[in-house]
């Protein structure tokens, strides 16, 4: 398992103008962005072992951040 965060530049290459045009216009896909962000650094720091969790809570942040990041790629799709 790799230890590195899913940063979304690297998920959706290409896709920087877009993602920025979004946040600042979008307050629905700034929210997802700041969740996503937010429990990605928690999922790092769990996978880490800076701030471990059982393997249940951790499995449950993972597929939270899958979902959120689905949602942010569903409306990078509309707005390409």
């Excluded at 307050?27 to 072992?49: C, P, Q, S």
């Excluded at 942010?72 to 799709?77: N, P, T």
Aim: negative net charge; proline residues 4%; hydrophobic residues 40%.
């Amino acid at each position: 398992m790799s230890h590195t965060p899913h940063e979304l530049a690297e998920d959706f290459p290409g896709a920087a103008a877009a993602i920025h045009d979004l946040k600042v216009t979008d307050a629905h896909f700034a929210r997802l962005m700041d969740d996503y962000h937010r429990l990605n650094r928690e999922v790092h720091r769990a996978e880490t072992g800076l701030e471990p969790v059982d393997d249940f809570t951790a499995q449950r942040m993972r597929k939270e951040r899958m979902m959120l990041k689905d949602q942010i790629a569903a409306l990078l799709s509309k707005a390409g």
